[in-house]
């Protein structure tokens, strides 16, 4: 079985200051590991993968991620942040070969509050 | 092109009544993904289906739920004698095949369950 953590439930955080959005997870087998936006009354938008190859993911928006296989991370980035990344932000994995299936196994999401 | 729609977007309904949410995917999207958000919680894999069949349904809580894709295309999940605990956002999420690739899961903007 696979859990994702995000131990942050809310970051606030200044405009134009870096941000990091921490994910940790379990799984007994390898998994693909994803970043979620969600903006107020839309629905989720994937910003950012990590299938396989160089662990440093860039993503929409000037988001980028890094896979760290060893401490089981997946921390999101960015360097400069604006009012509008105002969003609850969810981390998620789905085991790799899972029968095809490719089901999503999610965080319980960090809220990033930019204030000006 | 159009996204993935869901309707209604938000059901009120009584304890113990029946209710029917509907999602119709992205064309061409063969894979079909339920999802159910709780608050304060991340979306939860319920049920995929790769064309008309139910390829994976390990999520569905219990028996009361139940999701049927007869044509292939538009998805129902039908919930009976529904609980409070219930509540929540049902989430659709449509891709391409997986194949041997992990397809972009495109979300719809979810159906609000309110069961009273």
């Known amino acids: 079985a696979q859990s994702v953590t995000q131990l942050d439930s809310q970051v606030p955080v200044f405009e134009e200051a870096p941000v990091e959005l921490r994910c940790n997870y379990s799984?007994?087998?390898?998994?693909?590991l994803f970043w979620y936006v969600q903006y107020p009354n839309q629905g989720l938008q994937l910003l950012l993968k990590?299938?396989?190859?160089?662990?440093l993911v860039k993503g929409i928006n000037g988001f980028e991620a890094e896979f760290n296989k060893s401490q089981t991370s997946f921390h999101l980035r960015k360097p400069s942040v604006h009012i509008s990344d105002t969003a609850e932000y969810f981390c998620?994995?789905?085991?790799?070969?899972?029968?095809?299936?490719?089901?999503?196994?999610f965080g319980t999401g960090t809220l990033l509050a930019v204030q000006p | 092109g159009a996204g993935v729609s869901q309707t209604p977007s938000n059901k009120v309904t009584e304890k113990g009544k029946y209710v029917e949410l509907r999602c119709d995917p992205i064309s061409g999207h063969t894979a079909l993904y339920w999802y159910r958000q709780s608050l304060g919680q991340g979306p939860e894999f319920l049920i995929y289906?790769?064309?008309?069949?139910?390829?994976?349904d390990s999520g569905l809580p219990n028996d009361r739920f139940f999701a049927v894709r007869p044509e292939g295309s538009v998805s129902t999940l039908k919930i009976q004698r529904t609980e409070r605990g219930d509540s929540a956002v049902y989430l659709c999420?449509?891709?391409?095949?997986?194949?041997?690739?992990?397809?972009?899961?495109?979300f719809g903007p979810g159906t609000r369950l309110t069961v009273l």
């Open positions: 799984s007994s087998v390898s998994v693909y």
């Open positions: 990590y299938l396989s190859g160089s662990t």
């Open positions: 289906f790769q064309g008309t069949g139910a390829a994976d």
């Open positions: 999420a449509s891709s391409l095949t997986p194949g041997l690739a992990v397809n972009e899961q495109f």
């Open positions: 998620a994995v789905s085991p790799v070969g899972g029968g095809a299936t490719n089901k999503l196994i």
